[in-house]
């Protein structure tokens, strides 16, 4: 754990004006010091981390990490800049700059000094003494904890699973509390998508705030290296509870009855004190979680996250209907490529073949291929019901699994299909949400969510679907149905620009995901208007990486350094159909970017559906090229989307550069030289 970071790690001159510039310089340090295997790989992933959420605190620090298959060791590296650096903070650039590379399998032992390092980064003196530091390794044993401040900073780093704020008086009450009161009680969760930075210091910043107003704050943080729930006693003891997070909380059950509230990491770390102030009012207005004020959402935060467990429901419902898709996905690529690498072996009569368990020769090819099919086949009929229970999972947790998993189940009985497995999960999450706000005596709460509540959710939930809504939904499915197998000429070339136009516009966000998800789901029960769809889909995806790659190499000088790099790399994740290869160029210049590969891909989706290709496999790239109908068209209406998404960015980038401005992250006249675009004669 001491080679966390070394002298060699550090750099107290850092030159890098631009982020990417900074986190190259620090990275190539990782790389001279055998801790990251692949640079341009590890920088995608710390691009791909930024643009999900900048990366700056206040306090000029820029904090900038990621989990990474690149990195084989966790690994700290350390640059001061005397003119900083726009990390995104709200106070200004940073001069003090960590970047943080933990690999894939992290131990929790050198994440829990990552997670010291992050709570350290609250104390002012910790920080003023990395400025003040004057040789690298000095810096670099003050972060691994052998030269500390005093104050907070101080002793060993807490365990990553749950962080308690420290009694500053006797009884074990704040310095705050009046002697004999017992203090305002708050447990909390914190939780960001990498769950490195972020969710600690949220987790210090509740911490430090609490001592300040005498409020008793105990943290629950969800990170990387695991975590270790609250006793249940601190949760029944607690006033209320606040969640910072970013990714769904774990187990929510336990806090149910609690004022609660309900915002983005970003605030943990930003405004503590407020969401004390607000878990402070609600506690004496008695409201608990799933019952706000009067029914109306609360105002969302400064940073755009709301403000209690009910706000913003459409983001909620996305949260939903994300969590059931991506727990789909490895469904839907094993049982898809399966079935399609039947139909390569043994054609599309392979579909049709007797039961390989009553009738399979070892030596015929038609034999495996049955083989195949079948199975993937097996794994495609899970598809619905793991939509529809973790969908429900991600509303109510583990007691929603059963209901959501029989409602999908029932949906496929019924022929309702994708959209009655959507509908199943959203029902199972709101019966469960519901019965879990019914009060019960103390001795039953041991067996609600194993028995009582699976019991009357599954039976409600299958009443609805059998009864009430099955039958309209099933209708509704078969409609889309015929209408996808019915769509030809302009109709189709309609709907393939907006398949295109939503797969590139965030590049493996949201938007993104809802089209990919509409095309898996025509996979469940193949249909001609189906299977044209998913190569739509696909051929679009592809676009954006491609493109970037293609512009990087035919107009170099309208690219930095790392952009360049970055842009040989997504030749294969184009290839690949990993939209997210064009993430860091989006993310340096999204007004140029995101329009013109959004116009490629539009002009590719309407040409692949022109073209009447079809798509078997849910991915694979070129590498399934052979299980696509009409190949070769889909390989030119890809290579048309590609040209038009390359043009359109070199000729808007082109036309920044002859003005002389450059948008924020892109090189000016100014630029490092190492980062500089290279000369026109180049």
Known sequence: MSELITAELVDLDLSADTKEAAARSLAERMVAAHRVTDLDGFLADVAAREAQMPTGLDGGIGI???????????????????????FGASDGP????????????????????????????????????????????????????EETATGPAEGPAAEPGQEAAEPSGEGGAPESSPAGRRPFRIVAVTSCPTGIAHTYLAAESLTAAGRAEGVEVTVETQGSGGFRKLDPAVIAAADAVVWAHDVEVRDKARFAGKPLVDVGVKAGVHRPAELIAEARRKAERGEVSGAPDGGKAPEPGADGTPGADVG???????????SGVSYMVPFVAAGGLLIALSFAIGGYETAGAESVADHFVWGEADSWAALLNQIGSAAFGFLVPVLAGYIAYGMADRPALVPGFVGGAIALTIDAGFLGGLVAGLLAGAVVMA????????????????????????????????????????????ALTDWLNGL????????????????CFDMGGPLNKVAYAFAVGGLADPTDGGLKVMAAVMAAGMVPPLAMALATTVRSRLFTRTERENGRAAWVLGASFITEGAIPFAAADPLRVIPSMMAGGAVTGALSMAFG?????????????????????????????????????????????????APAGQPSADTDAADRPVPATA
């Open 64 to 86: 900038p990490h990621c989990r990474s298959e690149h990195v084989n060791a966790p690994t700290l590296a350390f640059g001061r800049s005397a003119r900083g650096i726009d």
């Open 94 to 145: 940073a001069d003090l700059v960590f970047l943080i590379a933990a690999p894939a399998g992290a131990d929790e032992d050198h994440l829990s000094i990552l997670s010291g390092l992050a709570r350290k980064l609250m104390d002012p003196e910790f920080t003023a003494a990395l400025r003040a530091a004057e040789e690298p390794g000095a810096v670099a044993a003050l972060l691994r904890g």
């Open 312 to 322: 913003h429901f459409g983001i909620r419902l996305r949260t939903y209907l994300m």
């Open 435 to 478: 019965i879990q706000r019914v009060p019960v005596h103390a001795t039953l709460r041991g067996i609600m969510p194993v028995l009582v509540i699976p019991l009357i959710a599954s039976a409600a939930v299958g009443f609805l679907m059998y009864i009430v809504v099955g039958k309209p939904i099933a209708s509704l499915q078969n």
């Open 488 to 503: 030809s000429g302009s109709n189709a070339v309609i709907l393939g620009i907006v398949l295109g136009l939503m797969m």
């Open 613 to 661: 290709a079809t798509l078997r496999a849910p991915h694979g790239g070129v590498f399934v090229v052979p299980l696509i109908g009409e190949p070769f068209l889909y390989l030119l209406a890809i290579a048309a989307g590609t040209l038009v998404a390359t043009a359109l960015v070199v000729l808007l980038k082109g036309a920044r550069r002859s003005t002389g401005t």
